[in-house]
């Protein structure tokens, strides 16, 4: 069974940094593309970053590009997301997904996010700035 699990959110103020990680049983992040997705309340899911294996490549949506980084760390197969410079609109619910990504795609997952791509999904973890 596959099973992906956030932790690292949390309450901090504008201008803080929170790092979320994402732990992965049941599968091996290495074949996987990896999406970070949230929701605020009263709005629809958005994916804010979204990064291929396959090709090295990394989607920022505008919205947090220059203060979120993706990083991985590979001997615990977890995934990692680096907020800085937090800001109120960056409040909601974080979710970390997964997409099989050993082969060939039309459009490459690292080049957007659309959650229609991915298979796996976490439970979400909660992070709220204050102002």
């Known amino acids: 069974e596959v099973q992906l699990v956030e932790s690292g959110g949390g309450l901090v103020q504008a201008g803080g940094s929170l790092r979320l990680s994402c732990v992965a049983s049941?599968?091996?992040?290495?074949?996987?593309?990896i999406g970070w997705f949230r929701q605020a309340p009263g709005k629809e899911r958005e994916g804010v970053v979204c990064?291929?294996?396959?090709?090295?490549?990394?989607y920022y949506s505008d919205s947090v590009k220059g203060r979120f980084t993706v990083s991985s760390d590979n001997a615990k197969n977890t995934e990692l997301l680096q907020m800085n410079s937090l800001k109120p609109e960056d409040t909601a619910v974080y979710y970390c997904?997964?997409?099989?990504?050993?082969?060939?795609?039309?459009?490459?997952?690292?080049?957007?996010?659309?959650?229609?791509?991915?298979?796996?999904w976490g439970q979400g973890t909660q992070v709220t700035v204050s102002s």
């Open positions: 997904a997964a997409a099989f990504d050993r082969y060939n795609r039309p459009i490459s997952l690292g080049t957007m996010c659309s959650e229609d791509e991915y298979d796996y």
């Open positions: 049941g599968l091996f992040f290495d074949d996987y593309a």
């Open positions: 990064f291929s294996r396959n090709d090295n490549s990394t």
